[in-house]
Nanobody, 120 residues
Framework: VQVVDSGGGLVQSGGSLRLSCVAS????????MDWHRRAPGKERELVAS?????????VDSVKDRFSISRRTGVAEYNVYLQMNNLKPEDTAVYYC?????????????WGQGTQVTVSS
């Protein structure tokens, strides 16, 4: 199983970015797909999540600004995070986490992270 996330960059306050994540490999089922972030000097936090049936969760600080969505392709699963009205406090490394099942069992697989920097 491979999980690759991308889409980060440098943007001014008020700008937008769209993060992408793709999970591929021998995957029997996807339970949930999440976006987490770790800001300098802070612990990792869950930013947004989308379940198998499409139920979404957002941390309060990003509600009404971020939107998570998912798409199933041929032999791959995609999750996106549309981030609007970005603020300097959104600066962090963003990680995609995928809760899935393979032939070895259930586990969470992580992307390598993508840096988001918001300048004031």
């Amino acid at each position: 199983v491979q999980v690759v996330d991308s889409g980060g960059g440098l943007v001014q306050s008020g700008g937008s970015l769209r993060l992408s994540c793709v999970a591929s490999g021998i995957i029997f089922n996807i339970n949930a797909m999440d976006w987490h972030r770790r800001a300098p000097g802070k612990e990792r936090e869950l930013v947004a999540s989308i379940s198998e049936n499409g139920t979404t969760y957002y941390v309060d600080s990003v509600k009404d600004r971020f939107s998570i969505s998912r798409r199933t392709g041929v032999a791959e699963y995609n999750v996106y995070l549309q981030m609007n009205n970005l603020k300097p406090e959104d600066t962090a490394v963003y990680y995609c986490g995928v809760d899935l099942q393979t032939y070895t069992g259930r586990g969470t697989y992580w992307g390598q992270g993508t840096q988001v920097t918001v300048s004031s």
